[in-house]
């Protein structure tokens, strides 16, 4: 067992890569009274081309499929998983994103016995014929019900204006007409492709022992039968140099306008650590120039050009990054105006000198309170880390960035030809 010392935070990592190739991470917080840990593989809604392990030509499988798998893997032969952990007081969820699908638990009790069904069930995968085909009708309902919020579809309608049919474009659950086609057959080979320990992390975080959790995880793992797995062998196509459409519009029941706009990103990288230096500048001039204390956001309220809930977000991987500013606006357009306008403004000023230091500071002590959080902690260091990044040396990271560097992501981000907007209109 490894101990990782991250001496500017006070925090002991421990890390064991498993004869499986799994590897294993336990954060020791005795201050916690819950326990949290998250199971997560490297597949998400991207990864429908591969090949799999036995096999020499690439697959191409249903959209939608890695999150109908988070779905069935939490019904076994014997009944439904969520009634194992509740049996020990734990509550159990998953989730799934375009490239990961977590597992997880949190608890404060019987933290062996929580941590044993998770490590079983997510590696006993039980799919009929029938439990199959019941789950379509399932997940089929919660697609319906997300086309129907507005929310949902001003986001996936950025999505698609920037990336089209790309993966990054579609929606992480599918179509109902996408789910249809998935087979046990389907299921069982993305499962035996993706879910090898290798290809998995598994992350614990609490009032812990690290060496009897490590112990107790490979005593679980050595009576398992695994071999080893090559690489996985995976297909993203290359995206377009431009975005699919300028301009997505859907009607709903909404009493309100939804707008969301953004830049689709061109700094694409498969460097780690560039990546997310690269994150850190752009979330920095991001919150100075739109977030809650800066004058636009102030100016855009006092007008009525929208409410609270204007927000930006920003999300960078190896194959996809863009921005994504909005909210609800009686005006979307004249809102996108003042919004671009000031980036604009700002691309060419520079981003104030007074505003960067006092944002990166709050950035700072957000990271500081993320660790606060057993959730927090567990799924982001899982996310990342499956992207290659060590989510505990973000605080250097933020501590070393420049003025420069954050103007040079805002003047480099801002790029018309790359620009983007979804709207939800009231029925009319």
């Known amino acids: 067992m490894r101990e990782i010392l991250y001496q500017q935070l006070g925090e002991t990592l421990y890390e064991e890569v498993l004869d499986n190739g799994l590897r294993v991470f336990v954060l ?69 994103t375009f490239d990961a ?83 046990k057959e389907d299921l069982y080979d993305c499962y035996y492709t993706f879910y090898h320990p290798s290809n998995m992390i598994l992350f614990i975080v609490g009032p812990v022992s690290p060496q009897h959790m490590m112990d107790l995880v490979v005593m679980n793992q050595e009576k398992k039968n695994y071999h080893k797995q090559a690489p996985i062998a995976r297909h993203l196509p290359d995206l377009p140099l431009l975005p699919e459409n300028p301009l997505v519009k859907a009607n709903l029941a909404v009493s309100q306008p939804r707008t969301l706009f953004g830049y689709r990103e061109i700094a694409i990288t498969h460097d780690a650590l560039a990546r997310q230096k690269h994150e850190a500048a752009m979330e920095i001039w991001m919150d100075c120039l739109l977030g809650k204390s800066s004058k636009l956001y102030q100016s855009v309220i006092d007008e009525g050009l929208a409410d609270a809930g204007f927000s930006m977000d920003y999300e960078l991987t190896a194959w996809y990054g863009h921005s994504m500013i909005g909210g609800n606006s009686n005006d979307p357009e004249k809102l996108r105006e003042r919004v671009i306008k000031a980036l604009k403004e700002a691309s060419i000023q520079g981003v104030d000198p007074s505003d960067f230091l006092r944002t990166k500071k709050k950035a700072m002590g957000r990271f500081l309170g993320l660790l606060d959080s057993p959730q927090g902690i567990a799924n982001v260091y899982a996310s990342q880390r499956l992207r290659d990044i060590d989510l505990f040396d973000s605080l250097n990271i933020l501590e070393e960035i420049t003025l420069e560097e954050v103007n040079d992501a805002l003047r480099k981000h801002v790029v018309d030809q790359q620009f983007c907007v979804s709207e939800v209109w009231p029925l009319s």
């Open 28 to 96: 020791q917080k005795p201050s916690f009274r819950q326990t949290y840990a998250c199971f997560t593989t490297r597949y998400g809604s991207i990864d429908r081309e591969f090949i799999v392990p036995g096999e020499t030509n690439m697959r191409t499988v249903p959209d939608g499929i890695a999150h109908f798998l988070e779905h069935k893997m939490f019904e076994e032969e014997h009944g439904d998983v969520f009634m194992d952990f509740a049996r020990y007081g734990a509550q159990a969820n998953a989730f799934t």
């Open 101 to 183: 699908t977590t597992y997880l638990f949190s608890c404060t009790s019987h933290i062996e016995e929580n941590l044993t069904i998770l490590l079983d069930f997510v590696q006993r995968p039980y799919f009929t014929d029938e439990n199959v085909e019941k789950e379509k009708g399932i997940i089929g309902q919660e697609i319906r019900m997300y086309d129907d919020n507005p929310n949902w579809r001003v986001y996936f309608g950025l999505l698609q204006a920037m990336y089209g049919q790309h993966p990054a474009g579609i929606d992480i659950a599918g179509t109902v007409e996408s789910i249809a086609k998935i087979t």
